[in-house]
């Protein structure tokens, strides 16, 4: 069992539509939860990140982690065409030396269709 | 504040050759990774350095797989001789130490 998993779609949506990302994992020790948008031949860039489990809101995106069940969520309200890239779900176990290290899952491609 | 430097951007290479990619990262940033991104799957980290000690690279394939960084700052990753699955975007990312890690570009390589 890899220790993220996470859906690579394709998903396509009409614009406006709320979107719904997942990820599961399997290593309880990840405190801390991060999903990453990459646009295409760009690298990935932090979107927002939770630490331990709760929500956490910003603008239209919403993350969610359920370290009950090793789910987290990322949803997003409005959904316009400049959504449309690849969403990655990325965890690593905590701070100081290689507890940095991120575990990312595999991206789900995202298109928001105007 | 200029981002992650990466260069080249593109390189195509026969198998059995060698190649070097170059990473400048954010100025003050002491933490610095070097990550594998396969068509179609998340980033993987080889190497992971803070100032100029390695501090993981439990996944780096030492055999062919090389890595420096210099007085801190700049890096290279080396690959000698590549093979035909070493195609993939390599992507370098800095932190501070803090969550986020700022990435590169990415130097995306084609063996043939």
């Known amino acids: 069992q890899k220790e993220v998993e996470q859906d690579p779609g394709p998903l396509s949506v009409p614009e406006g539509a709320i979107v719904s990302l997942n990820c599961t994992y399997s290593?309880?020790?990840?405190?801390?939860f991060m999903w990453y948008r990459q646009y295409s031949r760009k690298g990935p860039e932090l979107l927002m990140y939770?630490?331990?489990?709760g929500n956490k809101e910003d603008g239209r995106f919403t993350a969610q982690v359920d370290k009950s069940s090793k789910y987290i969520s990322l949803f997003i309200r409005d959904s316009q065409p400049s959504d449309s890239a690849t969403y990655l779900c990325?965890?690593?176990?905590?701070?100081?030396?290689?507890?940095?290290?991120?575990?990312f899952g595999k991206g789900t491609l995202l298109t928001v269709n105007p | 504040e200029a981002g992650v430097a990466q260069s080249p951007r593109y390189k195509i290479i026969e198998k059995r050759q060698s190649v070097a990619f170059w990473c400048n990262p954010i100025?003050?940033?002491?933490?610095l990774y070097w990550y594998q991104q396969i068509l179609g799957q998340g980033p993987k980290l080889l190497i992971q350095f803070q100032n100029n000690g390695v501090v993981d690279d439990s996944q780096l394939p030492k055999d062919r797989f090389s890595a420096e960084r210099l007085k801190g700052v700049d890096s290279t990753l080396k690959i000698q001789p590549a093979k035909l699955e070493d195609s993939a975007v390599y992507l370098c990312?800095?932190?501070?130490?803090?969550?986020?890690?700022?990435f590169g570009p990415g130097t995306r390589l084609t063996v043939l």
């Open positions: 290593n309880s020790a990840f405190q801390y």
């Open positions: 990325a965890m690593r176990v905590g701070s100081g030396g290689s507890n940095y290290k991120l575990t």
């Open positions: 939770t630490y331990s489990s």
């Open positions: 100025s003050g940033h002491a933490t």
């Open positions: 990312a800095s932190s501070t130490g803090g969550v986020e890690q700022f």
